[in-house]
């Protein structure tokens, strides 16, 4: 069956970085975009960042533009989520999830890593 | 930037109650839109795609509706198991795929 599980996840204080990743079994890997999303306590879901399954195109939410880097090794079958500069604001649970092309949807989601920003 | 709105924000029901979420968008979307449930403490799970397309395994008292800027998520009979909060998604954007602020549906 397929499995997304993300780790990295902490407490880091406000300037600081982490880096998130995200290793996935039970599909093609290279065959799918791959999306972060988090969900800040208490809040909805916000989408983050968006890879491309070539990774060659990358998307991010305005807000964490020029701080945030996704990137993937499809050797290794892991999505990754460099996070600089970190921000209270950038406190949350943070999602993997697939991109089911042709439907436009993510179907398949990891349980989520807890990001504590705080000093 | 496309901007999504859901009405109600929260809303209490009871078992067996026919239940109607509506998820607005800023404009129109064709029927690029999707619908999630997500239970307290684990991942979203897709319910509808393309408005009114049901994800395969997801009972059919779940049905979505609507194009361009409205849209409507309705469960026919509300179960136990399906408290929760729901957000819509528009894939207008794709790949970039942007969520609306959800509704809680909790028991009366």
């Known amino acids: 069956q397929v499995q997304l599980v993300e780790s990295g996840g902490g407490v880091v204080q406000p300037g600081r970085s982490l880096r998130l990743s995200c290793s996935v079994s039970?599909?093609?890997?290279?065959?799918?975009?791959l999306h972060w999303v988090r969900q800040a306590p208490g809040r909805g879901l916000e989408w983050v960042s968006l890879i491309s399954y070539d990774g060659t195109n990358k998307y991010y939410v305005d807000s964490v533009k020029g701080r945030f880097t996704i990137s993937r090794d499809n050797s290794k079958n892991t999505l990754y989520l460099q996070m600089n500069s970190l921000r209270v604001e950038d406190m949350a649970v943070y999602y993997c999830?697939?991109?089911?092309?042709?439907?436009?949807?993510?179907?398949?989601w990891g349980q989520g890593t807890v990001v504590t920003v705080s000093s | 930037d496309i901007q999504m709105t859901q009405s109600p924000s929260s809303l209490s029901a009871s078992v067996g109650d026919r239940v109607t979420i509506t998820c607005r968008a800023s404009q129109s979307i064709d029927r690029y839109l999707n619908w999630y449930q997500q239970k307290p403490g684990k991942a979203p799970k897709v319910l509808i795609y393309a408005a009114s397309t049901l994800q395969s395994g997801v009972p059919s008292r779940f049905s979505g509706s609507g194009s361009g800027t409205d849209f409507t998520l309705t469960i026919s009979s509300l179960q136990p198991e399906d408290f929760a909060t729901y957000y819509c998604?528009?894939?207008?954007?794709?790949?970039?795929?942007?969520f609306g602020p959800g509704t809680k549906v909790e028991i009366k």
């Open positions: 039970g599909l093609t890997f290279r065959n799918y975009g």
């Open positions: 998604q528009q894939s207008h954007t794709n790949p970039i795929l942007t």
């Open positions: 999830a697939t991109h089911y092309g042709s439907g436009r949807f993510m179907d398949y």
